[in-house]
C-alpha cells in the first residue's frame, strides 16, 4: 500500500527526478570515461610525453574522486528533499517510521542502479565517440585505446555502489533524526545565511595563503618534482573551497549593501536572490572552480603541445624546404607557397667533390639556428665567420687538406647539403676563380622559407615524395627534411594531446552537469517568487533580465578563479614545453565560448522551470 | 457623485474550448466601485469570486464584456502594458505568498517603488509613511520570516499601497490569518479607506471580514445575485450578511 502509494508520489515528481537521474548517470559517465584512460597503464605509458604520467592520473582521480563523491551526496540529499513532506504526511496518517525509512533506503539504492546501469552505458558510448572523433582529428592511430574496458568497468560499478550505500544510509539517518513535524513544513524552512565573523576573517586570509603555496609550487615544479603536483593538488583545491565559502559571500553582501544600486528596479530581487543561491552554492562553485581548471587545463596542454610541434619543428629548422635542381613539377608546387625568404647557390658536380660558389655564400649567407643555450632555442643568426676558400666538408677522411671549416659554416653546409642528396660527397668551397677552373655539372640548392609551414603540410609532403623518387630513393627511406621531423614530432605528442583533450572534454561535462544541477535542483523553490512578481506587474523581460544577471554573477566568480589557476598553472609544463603560454588565448577563448553557450542554456532551462510560458 | 475607478460591464468569463463542456464562471457581470470606496465580494464557492477578480487585476481576460479601471479599458491592453498597468495602478493582497523571503520588509514594501524607478532618496520617506500607518515601523528591517501572519499581511497592504494605487484589490487576504491577526489587517484597511481615500474591493467568503466594507455585492453561479448596503453599525451589518448568506444557501438548494 504504502509502496504504491509512494510510486505514485514519485510520478507526480517526474521532472525533478529526470534532473536528477541526468545528474547522476552523468556523473558516473565521466567517472567512467576518466577510468577508461586512466586505468589503461600500458596506454598511457606507451603514448605520453610526460615521464611521471602515471602518477598526473593517479592524482586526477583523487580529485575527480572527492568532486563525485560530493556531487552523489548533495544529489541524494536532493533527493530526501524530494520525498521529505510527502513522508511526513505518511506518518501523520500512521504510517510507521521503520517503514518510511525503509522505504528511503530503498529508493535511494534503486535510484543509485538504474544510474549506474544508464551511466556506464553513456559512459561507454561517449568514450567510443570522443575517443575515436579526438583520433581522427588529431590523425593519431593507436589500438591501445579501449572505450568498453572492463578494469575501469568494474572500478566505476565498485566506486558508486559504495557511495549509494553510503548516502542510502545518511538519508536513512537523517530521517530518523528528524520529527514528523519538521518533515511535514520541510519545504517552509527558509536557507538560513549564516552570520560571520572574525573566523571568517582568518579563514579569508588563510584561503589567500594556501592558493599562493599552491600558486608557487606550481611554478616551482621543476624543482619540487611529484611533491610540487602533491602539495598544488592539497592547498590549491582547499584554498579555492575555503575561498569561495568565505570571500564571495563577502563581495555579494557588499554589492548588496550599495542603496542606489539596490533601489533601482528589480535589484533588490535579483541581489538577493544572488546572496542566497552564492550562500548555498558556495561548495558547488568551488568544485565548479575546480573543474573549469582542470577542464580548461587539460584543453590548454593538449593544445600547447600540439603548438609545441610546431615550436619544436620550427625550432630545429628555419626553412622550411631544401631542393637541389627543382624540376618543372617542384618548381610548380614552389610557386604555390607564400616565400618570405628565398636563397639560391650555385654549384658543380665533378669527380673531385662538389664546389660551391663562396660569393653566393658570402653575398646571401643562409641563416642558422643559434645553439647555445636554451633561451635561444628557435633564434637564428647569419654565420658570423670568414668563409675561407678551399674548406671542405664530409669527403674521405684522410684526404683532407685545405683551411679548417669554421663551425657556423659548417652547420650551415650541412643545411645547404643534406646528407641524402649527394650521400657523402666532398663539398669545398670555392672563389670565383676556382669555381670557373672546375669542371662539371652545374647544379642549384635552394632554400625557402614562408613563415606558414603548417598551412601548406601537404605541399611539402608531395615535394618530400618528389625528391625521393628523383634522388631514386625507396618511398620508406628517412630523409631528414622538415617535413619528415615534422610528422615524427606529431606522432611523438599525438598521444599527450589526444589525452589532454580527451580529460578536459570529460572534465568540462562534469563542470556543466554539477553547476546546472544544482541551479536547476533548487529552480522549483523559486517558482513561486517569479509568480508573485508577474502578479504585481513585473514585466517579463524583467524578470528574465534579472535571471540573466544573477546566474551571470554565478557563473562569473568561478570562471575568474578557475582560469586564473589555468594561466599559473601551466608554467608546470615549462620543463617539457619550450612557451607554455603560446597561443594560450586561443584554449581559453575556446573554453569561454562553450561556457557562455552553457550559461545560456541555463539561463533558459531555469527560466522554463520558474517561469513557463502561457499557452 | 465621485468618478468611478472599476467599472465592469456585462463580463462573462467561459472556461473550456469552444465545442467541448463549456461553462461559464462569470455571465454578465456588471457593477461599478467608485473612488474611495470599500467593496466586498462575496458569494458561495465556485461562484466566481477568483475569477471575478483574476479579470479585474488584468491576470487573466475576460471572454466578453468590458473592464475599465481608472478610465483605461483592460480588455485592449497588450502583455506589456497590462504588466506596467498592474504595477503602477494596482495594489494586490493575496491570501499567502505576498511577501518575498529573501528581501526585508522593507525592500519587499520599495519594490514596486524602485520598479517605477523612483530614486533611492525618495523611497526611503515613502515606505517609513506607509509603515507607519500600518504600524510596522518596528519591523521593517526583519525578514518575513522572522514576523507574524498578521504583520506579513499588514505588511502586504504596505507594499500594495505605497505607490499610491488607483484600487487595491484583496484576494481572501484574512483567509490564513486567526481572528485576532484578521481583525488588526481589517482595521487597518478600513482605516486607509476613511482616513486616505484609498478604494479597496475585497474578496472574501468569511461574513466578519465583509462586515468590514461599506457594500458587499454578492455573486452566484457567475451571476450577481444582490447588493447590500452599511447603514448602521458594524455588528447589524454582519448579521444582514449572515441573513444574505442563509438566502444565498436556500435558493441554492
Ligand atoms: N482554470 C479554470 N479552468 C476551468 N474552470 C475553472 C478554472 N478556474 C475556475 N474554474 C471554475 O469557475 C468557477 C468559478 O471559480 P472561482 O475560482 O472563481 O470560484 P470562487 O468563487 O473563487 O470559489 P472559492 O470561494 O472556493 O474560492 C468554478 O466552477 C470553477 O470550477
Ligand atoms: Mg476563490
Redesign the interface.
Known sequence: MLFKLSMSGLRSKYKDYIVLLAGLVMSISIFYMFQTLAMNKAFIEANAMIGPIQFVFYAGSVLLSIVTFFYILYANSFLLSLRQKEFGMYMTLGARKNKITRLMFMETVVIGLISLVIGIAVGVGLAQVIGSMLMKELEFNSDGYHALYLPSLIVTAIFFTALFLISAIMNTIKMLRVTVLQLVHADVQ?DKIAKRGKKTVFAAILSIILLLIGYASMIFMTYLQQLGVIIALITITSGTYLLFMTFLPLIILAMKRN??R????????TY??L??RINSLTKVLATVTMLIALSAGSITAGMSFKNNIMIMVDGADYYDVTLHNPTKAEKELLASIPFTEQKEYRYKVSDKGIYYLKDDLMNHPPRIMIRASKEDFGKTKVPDAELPTGAEIRGEKNDKHGPQMPNDWYEAMEMIQPYYVYKGERVIIADQQMYDRVQGKEGVALLGKSDQFDAHLSTWKQIDAMQKSKLKLTSDQYINTKYSNYTSFRAFSAGTVYMGFFLGIAFLAMMASCLMFKILTGASKDI??Y????????????LMKSMYKELFYVFLFPAIIGIIHVLIGMEMFSFILVHPYFRVWLPILIFLVIYAVYYFITVQLYRGIVMPRKK | MKTPVVEVSNVKKVYGKAGENQSYALNGVSFTIHEGEFVGIMGPSGSGKTTLLNVI?T?DQATEGMVRIAGSDITKMK??A???????K?G?I?QD??L????TIY?NI??????Q?V??RQ?GPKVQKVAETLGITAILHK?P?EVSGGQKQRCAAA?ALVHEPAIILGDEPTGALDSKNATSLLTAMTNLNQEHGVSIMLVTHDAYSASYCERILFIQDGEMYKEIHRQSSREDFYREILDVLADLGTTKA
Open positions: 527558509t542603496k542606489k539596490i533601489e533601482k528596479g528589480l535589484n533588490a530581487f538577493a536572490q546572496n542566497f513561486h517568487r509568480e508573485m512578481l508577474r502578479k504585481i506587474g513585473v514585466r517579463r523581460e524583467l | 487585476s491576470l502583455q506589456g497590462l504588466s506596467d498597468f498592474r504595477s503602477q494596482l494586490f493575496f505568498f505576498n518575498l523571503e529573501n528581501l525592500e520599495a519594490l514596486p517603488l524602485s520598479l524607478g530614486t533611492s523611497i525578514n520570516a507594499r
